[in-house]
């Protein structure tokens, strides 16, 4: 905790836990000093371990200041003390005077040092928001996404055939597995279908071209369900 890596490490270890165990949005309101607001959303947001470096992941991009952080993503977190960036020459934390997941070096300073109405690229800024490296007043916040059905999930905009945890009273958390691609998407397979696919080792590609195939698509649309029997009867 002496150094400035060690804070990070704790603060990044943290969000990797929680983005780990539920899913989360990311949001960040901004402000120039001139009172012009800007927003931008993301629909997915997590941080990877302590052994990926604490690389950033974020889709779904929503707003009106422009998507600076599409650069940083699938980055891992630079510090003072250890340096991720792929800058040739020089540590970007340093230069830019704020830890992030820097490149060569970045399109958005998170952690820049707080200026007032000051074109400074160590200012914390946004660089979408006027072109430029005008210091801004930024705030971001997380929230829970908790879907009832993969219908959720795909109206949130996530688009891969896969996983996903549905909580269809509000509260308690299932793995489901979801067709985002048959019948225009959002298809939820029985959690029970989870365990087999796992068991068979099935690819995303194969349950989604056998469900397609071997399942009342009928039934699917009126109740966006495929009950157990029907996920048995695919194998």
């Known amino acids: 905790m002496k150094t400035d890596g060690g804070g990070w490490t704790v603060r990044n270890h943290r969000i990797h836990l929680l983005t780990k165990l539920n899913s989360y949005k990311l949001r960040f309101d901004m402000e120039d000093f001139k009172g012009v607001h800007k927003y931008v959303s993301y629909s997915a947001f997590s941080v990877g371990s302590e052994n990926s470096g604490y690389v950033l992941n ?3 991009y929503k707003g009106t200041a422009g998507d600076s952080l599409k650069y940083h993503n699938g980055r891992k977190f630079t510090t003072k003390d250890k340096d991720n960036d792929s800058r040739k020459s020089g540590n970007c934390a340093v230069i830019m005077k704020g830890a992030c997941w820097h490149g060569s070096c970045y399109h958005s300073n998170l952690n820049g040092i707080y200026m007032k109405n000051v074109n400074n690229d160590k200012s914390m800024n946004w660089y979408h928001f ?3 490296y005008m210091s801004l007043k930024i705030r971001g916040s997380c929230n829970v996404i908790k879907p009832s059905d993969c219908e959720d999930w795909y109206n949130e905009g996530y ?7 549905i909580y269809p009273d509000g509260k308690t958390g299932f793995d489901v597995y979801c067709d985002m691609k048959t019948d225009g998407g959002g298809l939820t397979v029985s959690r029970c279908s989870v365990r087999l696919i796992k068991e068979k080792g099935l690819t995303e590609k194969r349950i989604s071209i056998e469900h ?8 699917v649309k009126d109740q966006k369900n495929i009950g157990w029997e029907m996920i048995e009867s695919i194998f």
């Open 159 to 165: 688009r891969r055939n896969r996983v996903y945890k």
């Open 58 to 60: 974020v889709e779904g």
């Open 212 to 219: 397609g195939r071997n399942t009342n698509m009928d039934l």
């Open 130 to 132: 006027n072109n430029n």
